[in-house]
Nanobody, 125 residues
Framework: VQLQASGGGLVQAGDSLRLSCAAS????????MGWFRQAPGKEREFVAAIHQSGVRKDYADSVKGRFIVSRDNVKNILYLQMNSLRPEDTALYYC???????????????????WGQGTQVTVSS
């Protein structure tokens, strides 16, 4: 299983970025997908998740209304559209996959079996 995250970069506050996560070696459409991030000196935290069907989406309160998670089950790609970026969004962003996530543990890291390598997002003020 390989999850390849990309799309990170250095942007200014208020700008937008779109992250992508290409999946291979896994039945993408059967996996709940999530985005997590880890800022320097902090623990990794939940950002967003999307159900296998793409219908249900969950967000951390800190990104709700600014970030949009989506997926393409034909191309096997997960996306995270990040708008109105803030300096506090600076982090290494990881994508993750799980075939066993349920509603109650969607934000729990241990529920995800597969992880990508991360892509760096840096937001300057």
């Amino acid at each position: 299983v390989q999850l390849q995250a990309s799309g990170g970069g250095l942007v200014q506050a208020g700008d937008s970025l779109r992250l992508s996560c290409a999946a291979s070696g896994v039945t993408f459409s059967r996996n709940h997908m999530g985005w997590f991030r880890q800022a320097p000196g902090k623990e990794r935290e939940f950002v967003a998740a999307i159900h296998q069907s793409g219908v249900r989406k969950d967000y951390a309160d800190s990104v709700k209304g600014r970030f949009i998670v989506s997926r393409d089950n034909v191309k096997n790609i997960l996306y995270l559209q990040m708008n109105s970026l803030r300096p506090e969004d600076t982090a290494l962003y990881y994508c993750a996959a799980s075939a066993s996530v349920i509603r109650s543990n969607v934000a729990t890291q241990t529920a995800y079996a597969y992880w990508g390598q991360g892509t760096q997002v840096t937001v300057s003020s």
